[in-house]
């Protein structure tokens, strides 16, 4: 099916997306083209928002608004250990327990070395100047 050029480039944008195949962006397109015109404004707002106001933390890798993120500067949190996650997404899970009282440090993905992924594609880094840091 052929589209008008406007509606394949936004299906296009959206397919870029992590898990968001052809049948997917289709959908998700036609929705927003539903939605009014404040809905989707709100939306565009919102991404460009997040875009700009984010930032990883300059301690654990975390997103966050500050230069360091809501869990490093929580005096109550045990500094001595450290929970190393793949994702941020990983930190919403293991806090939903409400069991961990540690910090965390965020790799930004996984080793793949099919991928092409090594260490130097990940936070790890940042984890050994960290723990080195911490040390002294």
């Given at each position: 099916?052929?589209?008008?050029k406007?509606l394949?480039?936004l299906?296009?944008?959206l397919?870029r997306?992590?898990?968001?195949?052809?049948?997917?962006?289709?959908?998700?397109?036609f929705h927003?083209?539903?939605?009014?015109?404040d809905?989707?404004?709100?939306?565009a707002?919102?991404?460009?928002?997040?875009k700009e106001?984010?930032?990883?933390?300059d301690?654990?890798?975390?997103?966050?608004?500050k230069?360091v993120?809501?869990?490093?500067?929580?005096?109550?949190?045990n500094?001595?250990?450290?929970?190393?996650?793949?994702e941020?997404?990983d930190?919403a899970?293991?806090?939903?327990?409400?069991?961990?009282?540690?910090?965390?440090?965020?790799l930004?993905?996984m080793?793949?070395?099919m991928?092409?992924?090594g260490?130097?594609?990940?936070?790890?880094?940042e984890?050994i100047?960290?723990?080195?840091d911490?040390?002294?």
């Amino acid at each position: 099916m052929t589209f008008a050029k406007p509606l394949a480039a936004l299906i296009a944008e959206l397919e870029r997306l992590p898990g968001v195949g052809p049948k997917s962006a289709q959908r998700l397109a036609f929705h927003l083209l539903r939605v009014t015109d404040d809905d989707v404004r709100r939306l565009a707002r919102v991404l460009v928002e997040a875009k700009e106001t984010l930032r990883l933390c300059d301690t654990c890798q975390n997103i966050s608004e500050k230069v360091v993120c809501e869990i490093c500067s929580d005096p109550r949190r045990n500094a001595n250990t450290i929970c190393v996650v793949g994702e941020a997404r990983d930190i919403a899970a293991i806090e939903r327990l409400n069991e961990y009282r540690g910090k965390f440090h965020v790799l930004h993905g996984m080793l793949s070395p099919m991928d092409g992924i090594g260490p130097e594609q990940l936070k790890v880094r940042e984890l050994i100047v960290r723990l080195t840091d911490e040390v002294e």
